[in-house]
C-alpha cells in the first residue's frame, strides 16, 4: 500500500486494512500502479516483497544463486553449487519452509512407480519446484527435466515427464530481467494476486486452471497440503468432481459416499474440532491426515508412497 502511494499515514492503512479484503487492497494498489502507467513496477515490487525474507538472509553471491535456480529452465545449465547454495541458504531461514521436506520426498520418488502423476500449485513462487530439482542434482546426481513448469494451457509436455502447474501464475524474483523475459519463462500475466483476475478465474467454467484441476481430480488421488479450504472456487471444482463419483457408483448399484482425496492438516488438539474440520470437507470427497507439526509432514508424505 506504501509502495503505491507514499503518503498514507499509520491510520488511513489501518483503517484500509481492517475495511477492505486483502483482495482488494492488492487491488487498489495496482490501480494506482495503472493510473501511473507504470503497471510492470507493480510486478516488481510484488516479487520484491515476496521474496524480501529469503534474500534478507542471503548474501550477494548467494542471492545470485538462488535467483538464478529460481529462474532456470533447463536444470541442467545450473552448475551444482547453485543447487547446493540454494539447500543451503533456505536450512539457514530462521523458520524452515515445510517445502524444505516436501521437495527432498519429490526428488526420492520423482523416478519410481509411486510418483506423482502432477503437481497443480496455487503460490506463485516456484520455491518448492526449485529446491525439488536442487535435491535431484545434489543427491541423486540428477539433474534431466523430470518437473515440467507450466502455467498455461498451450505449455509443451513430454510423456515421461511430471507436470507442475502453477493455476496462479508464476512469479520468480526478477533479478535483472525484464518484465518481457519474465513472461517468457514464467506466468506473470497469469498472476492471481488482484481481485479483478480472482473473479475472471472463479466465474469462468472453462477457465485452463478448472479444466486442469477437474481432469487430475476426476481421474487420480489428490494430495492437498497447506491448504485452507476456504477458497469457494476450490471447493466447487470438488464439489463437482465428487458429486460426478458418487453418482457414477450409485449408477453400479455402490451406495458408498466415497471419498478419495486427502488433506494434511495441523491437528487441532481436540477430537471436537477435528470433527467439524473433517465434516466441513467430507461432501467434496477429502479425508483428513491429522499432522501434530508441519516439521514431520515429509515423513508422513513418504510413509504414504512407501
Not at 489501518?14 to 492488492?26: G, Y
Not at 543447487?83 to 526428488?107: F, H, K, M, N, Y
Not at 494430495?223 to 460426478?244: E, I, M, Q, Y
Not at 474440532?273 to 470427497?285: F, I, M
Amino acid at each position: 500500500m506504501r509502495k503505491a502511494d507514499p503518503g498514507l499515514d499509520d491510520a488511513t492503512v489501518a483503517f484500509l486494512r481492517s475495511n477492505l479484503t486483502p483482495e482488494s487492497v492488492i487491488e487498489s494498489a495496482r490501480h494506482q500502479f495503472k493510473k501511473a502507467g507504470d503497471d510492470e513496477s507493480f510486478v516488481s515490487i510484488l516479487s520484491k516483497e515476496l521474496y524480501g525474507a529469503l534474500k534478507a538472509h542471503a548474501s550477494a553471491e548467494e542471492w545470485a544463486a538462488i535467483t538464478r535456480a529460481f529462474t532456470t529452465w533447463t536444470p541442467a545449465k545450473c552448475p551444482l553449487e547453485v543447487w547446493t547454495g540454494l539447500i543451503d541458504s533456505v536450512e539457514r531461514l530462521p523458520d524452515r519452509p515445510s517445502a524444505l521436506g516436501v521437495a527432498q520426498v519429490l526428488a526420492r520418488f520423482a523416478k519410481d512407480q509411486v510418483r506423482p502423476k502432477a503437481i497443480l500449485s496455487f503460490n506463485a513462487e516456484p520455491l518448492l519446484l526449485a529446491l525439488t530439482e536442487a535435491f535431484l542434482a545434489r543427491d541423486h546426481q540428477c539433474q534431466e527435466r523430470i518437473f515440467l513448469p507450466t502455467a498455461e494451457s498451450t505449455a509443451l509436455q513430454t510423456a515421461h515427464g511430471i507436470p507442475y502447474y502453477f493455476c496462479h501464475g508464476r512469479l520468480p524474483p526478477l533479478r535483472d530481467f525484464s518484465i518481457t523475459k519474465i513472461r517468457a519463462i514464467s506466468g506473470v500475466e497469469k498472476l492471481v494476486f488482484s481481485e479483478s483476475e480472482y473473479l475472471l478465474l472463479a466465474n469462468s467454467v472453462f477457465s485452463w486452471q478448472a479444466a486442469t484441476f477437474l481432469s487430475h481430480c476426476m481421474r487420480h488421488t489428490a494430495v492437498f497440503l497447506g491448504l485452507s479450504f476456504t477458497d469457494p472456487n476450490l471447493r466447487r471444482w470438488l464439489a463437482w468432481a465428487h458429486k460426478n463419483r458418487v453418482s457414477e457408483l450409485a449408477a453400479k448399484g455402490i451406495n458408498d459416499d466415497s471419498t478419495t482425496h486427502f488433506w494434511i492438516n495441523r491437528d487441532p488438539g481436540t477430537e471436537r474440532v477435528r470433527s467439524w474440520v473433517e465434516n466441513s470437507v467430507a461432501h467434496l470427497g477429502v479425508r483428513l491426515i491429522w499432522i501434530k507439526d508441519w516439521s514431520v509432514v515429509a515423513q508422513t508424505l513418504t510413509s504414504m508412497l512407501e
